[in-house]
């Protein structure tokens, strides 16, 4: 009788494959919640499969976006609240994607480790199921990666995809004016960009995750936290009750740089600066960091974390449409015949 091999094994080698498995078992029921019209099979399989005419689309354009996190997971890991960082990764992907008249569909999701946990793990993708409960796409595929050598011990990390569609012809940005306004809707604190500069500040303030959050209540770790906002159910609603011109999503970059990417060429922004408050979590990064107002207005959302371009005739009701969704919203400013972003009053 053949002596049964001693030889090597993938679990040796730092890869729990049943530890995988358990995970999909564990995230099957929040991946279930996300199901919506268009959806097929369940997870597991090698491809996830979506039925565009059952979602009630006749003559679709596909439109597509994937995005992470950034350095905001490493404050996630650091601090082991890692459930908010799963809806941050959707709505990087799904605020982008009705920028373009889109309505999400369905996401998957990249998660890579060195050593999978799977309590972890689940935290970090139910988080994800909220999120595209929230932008009801649904939660219908994505990978796990269990890669020893690859991640220090405790990392890991995350990449989103999305898949939206729009019938022919209803892409955005489309007949933008000189006089048309932009309608500013408040974010949810810092989102997930700039979080490089934030550590930063951070470190060079001497504080830790752990202490008081200088600008609010609770851990600075916990408020640095707060998820990103999702707006695409208010933001398609405005769109297909018509007057909206252009969307824009103001992540890395800030309103510099992320509005002249609605405006074609000749067309441009005035921002009134006064319009709204400061968030005290920008307040405090600009005065602990000695960030000027330039650099803060190019690097953070500063409080506004979407933009509609808009008739102006529709601007009431389209600022009531997101209210009644629970985002506030204003007039920030309007387009103009210069190109670029134009700033006047005040942000600090």
Same mark, same amino acid.
């Given at each position: 009788?053949?002596k049964?091999s001693?030889?090597l094994?993938?679990?040796e080698?730092g /890869?729990d494959?049943?530890a #995988?498995n358990?995970?999909?078992? @564990? &995230?099957g029921?929040a991946?279930?919640?996300? $199901?919506?019209? =268009?959806?097929?099979d369940?997870?597991?399989?090698?491809?996830a499969m979506f039925?565009?005419?059952?979602?009630?689309?006749?003559?679709?354009?596909? /439109?597509?976006?994937t995005? #992470?996190?950034?350095?905001?997971? @490493? &404050?996630?890991?650091?601090?082991?609240?890692? $459930?908010?960082? =799963?809806?941050?990764l959707?709505?990087?992907?799904?605020?982008?994607l009705?920028?373009?008249?889109?309505?999400?569909?369905?996401?998957l999701?990249?998660?890579?480790?060195?050593?999978?946990?799977?309590?972890?793990?689940?935290?970090v993708?139910e988080?994800i199921?909220?999120?595209?409960?929230?932008?009801?796409?649904a939660?219908?595929?994505?990978?796990?990666?269990?890669?020893?050598?690859?991640?220090g011990?405790g990392d890991?990390?995350l990449?989103?995809f999305?898949?939206?569609?729009?019938?022919?012809?209803g892409?955005?940005?489309s007949?933008?004016?000189?006089g048309d306004?932009?309608?500013?809707?408040?974010?949810?604190?810092?989102?997930s960009?700039g979080?490089?500069?934030?550590?930063?500040?951070?470190?060079h303030?001497?504080?830790?995750?752990?202490?008081?959050?200088p600008?609010?209540?609770?851990s600075?770790?916990?408020?640095?936290?707060?998820?990103?906002?999702?707006?695409?159910q208010?933001?398609l609603?405005a769109h297909?009750a018509?007057?909206?011109?252009?969307?824009?999503?103001?992540?890395?970059?800030g309103?510099t740089e992320?509005?002249?990417r609605?405006?074609?060429?000749?067309?441009?922004?005035?921002i009134?600066?006064?319009s709204?408050?400061?968030?005290?979590v920008?307040?405090?990064?600009?005065e602990?960091g000695g960030?000027?107002?330039?650099e803060?207005?190019?690097?953070?959302?500063?409080g506004?974390?979407?933009?509609?371009?808009?008739?102006p005739d529709?601007?009431?009701?389209?600022?009531?449409g997101?209210?009644?969704?629970?985002?506030?919203?204003?007039?920030?400013?309007?387009?103009t015949?210069?190109?670029?972003?134009?700033?006047?009053g005040a942000?600090?």
């Amino acid at each position: 009788m053949a002596k049964e091999s001693e030889g090597l094994s993938y679990a040796e080698a730092g /890869v729990d494959i049943e530890a #995988g498995n358990s995970l999909v078992r @564990r &995230i099957g029921p929040a991946a279930a919640r996300t $199901a919506r019209s =268009g959806t097929m099979d369940g997870l597991g399989g090698f491809g996830a499969m979506f039925d565009l005419k059952a979602a009630g689309y006749e003559d679709p354009i596909l /439109v597509s976006a994937t995005d #992470g996190v950034g350095t905001k997971l @490493r &404050i996630a890991i650091d601090t082991g609240e890692v $459930a908010g960082v =799963g809806i941050d990764l959707v709505a990087m992907c799904v605020n982008d994607l009705v920028c373009q008249g889109a309505e999400p569909l369905f996401f998957l999701d990249y998660f890579a480790t060195g050593k999978l946990d799977v309590d972890e793990a689940a935290k970090v993708i139910e988080g994800i199921a909220e999120g595209c409960q929230t932008a009801g796409a649904a939660l219908i595929g994505g990978e796990t990666a269990e890669m020893p050598g690859m991640y220090g011990a405790g990392d890991f990390d995350l990449a989103g995809f999305a898949v939206g569609a729009m019938e022919r012809g209803g892409h955005l940005p489309s007949s933008l004016a000189e006089g048309d306004v932009i309608i500013g809707v408040a974010s949810n604190g810092v989102h997930s960009n700039g979080y490089s500069l934030v550590r930063r500040i951070v470190e060079h303030a001497g504080l830790g995750w752990d202490s008081d959050a200088p600008f609010g209540e609770g851990s600075l770790g916990a408020a640095l936290l707060a998820p990103t906002a999702i707006y695409v159910q208010p933001a398609l609603a405005a769109h297909r009750a018509g007057g909206v011109r252009g969307f824009a999503h103001i992540t890395g970059g800030g309103l510099t740089e992320n509005l002249p990417r609605v405006f074609p060429d000749g067309l441009g922004a005035q921002i009134d600066l006064s319009s709204w408050d400061l968030p005290p979590v920008f307040r405090w990064l600009a005065e602990a960091g000695g960030v000027a107002e330039a650099e803060m207005l190019k690097t953070f959302n500063c409080g506004i974390g979407f933009c509609v371009v808009a008739d102006p005739d529709r601007a009431e009701s389209i600022i009531a449409g997101f209210a009644e969704a629970g985002h506030d919203a204003r007039v920030i400013g309007s387009v103009t015949g210069t190109e670029g972003v134009a700033y006047e009053g005040a942000l600090l």
